[in-house]
């Protein structure tokens, strides 16, 4: 992690800045490129509400679908719906992989704009296909663009992570969450790390 972003969570935030020191160092954000976009909204999809040892196998069959494991917009639509499903993901995701690779293909998803676009245009262009939703495109932001100022109020490990760290009886409001992360910007990104860092420590 930049030494900017320890300092600005040092004086912003100390609470918070005292669990990043137990947790050790977090690497810096690191975006992808537009090739790879398609892939990584693919594996979010497949991923979606299983474990990671579950989703990791389904994944896999999923990749091994393709030749070569090319997980690309033209090639998910060579293949049937059953094909799809017989890899071990649902009907309905078998759908939203389908709506993806035809927004790419129709042009209603141009990845390659991405970059000149603020997060919450990117969400905004992503939720127009059925089967992503916001939680989803927050984490493309973090972690597939390498956006550092997103914050996710649907991630549940995040909202446990608040309440550890804030030591909170019960489950905080929106607008609490709102208020605590907003001394965070414009690392809002490094600070849901921390969070997710905080919730594996015992």
Request: aromatic share 10%; charged share 30%; glycine share 8%.
């Amino acid at each position: 992690m930049k030494k900017e972003v320890e300092k600005h969570f040092q004086t912003n935030d100390p609470l918070l800045f005292a669990w990043l020191e137990k947790i050790g160092p977090i690497d810096d954000l690191q975006g992808d490129v537009p090739s790879n976009y398609f892939f990584r909204l693919c594996k979010e999809i497949v991923k979606q509400q299983l474990s990671d040892k579950a989703g990791h196998a389904i994944f896999t069959r999923f990749k091994n679908v393709f030749p070569k494991g090319a997980i690309r917009p033209e090639n998910v639509l060579a293949v049937s719906h059953q094909t799809l499903r017989d890899s071990g993901i649902s009907h309905a995701k078998a759908r939203y992989v389908r709506n993806l690779a035809e927004a790419v293909v129709g042009g209603d998803l141009d990845f390659k704009k991405f970059r000149k676009l603020d997060n919450e245009q990117v969400v905004e262009k992503l939720i127009q296909v059925k089967g992503i939703g916001r939680w989803t495109a927050e984490m493309f932001l973090m972690f597939t663009l390498g956006r550092e100022d997103v914050f996710s109020h649907g991630d549940l490990g995040l909202r446990k992570g608040i309440m550890k760290v804030y030591r909170l009886r019960k489950e905080p409001t929106k607008e609490r969450i709102e208020k605590i992360v907003s001394r965070w910007s414009p690392y809002k990104t490094y600070g849901c790390r921390i969070l997710w860092g905080a919730i594996s420590l015992k």
